[in-house]
């Protein structure tokens, strides 16, 4: 049974940096690509950054480009994301996930095994 569980997340003020993990077990890790999600209160999922079963290819959604760094960790089976320069709208919860295949995706039906999420709270 394949298990992610994430954790960093916490409250933050406007400006600071948290780092989430993903903790991966029950298939090879190194095999597929991994993505990260948020959903705030009211809205949709959304695509936050995705990377391939190496970590040599990213995507991210425009909203967190240049400030959330995706990477991941094949010996240690997880994934990381960096997150810089918070703002008030980075407010949700965050979910890791893990793709079918071996490449980077940006669809949810790309994705098969989700973590709980683990939320994170930016203070204006």
């Known amino acids: 049974q394949v298990q992610l569980a994430e954790s960093g997340g916490g409250l933050v003020q406007a400006g600071d940096s948290l780092r989430l993990s993903c903790a991966a077990s029950?298939?090879?890790?190194?095999?597929?690509?991994m993505g990260w999600f948020r959903q705030a209160p009211g809205k949709e999922r959304e695509f936050i950054a995705t990377l391939n079963w190496s970590g040599g290819l990213t995507r991210y959604a425009d909203s967190v480009k240049g400030r959330f760094t995706i990477s991941r960790d094949n010996a240690k089976n997880t994934v990381y994301l960096q997150m810089n320069s918070l703002k008030f709208e980075d407010t949700a919860v965050y979910s890791c996930?893990?793709?079918?295949?071996?490449?980077?995706?940006?669809?949810?039906?790309?994705?098969?095994?989700w973590g709980q999420g683990t939320q994170v709270t930016v203070s204006s």
């Open positions: 029950g298939r090879t890790f190194s095999n597929y690509g």
């Open positions: 996930a893990g793709a079918r295949g071996s490449n980077y995706y940006l669809r949810t039906v790309d994705y098969v095994y």
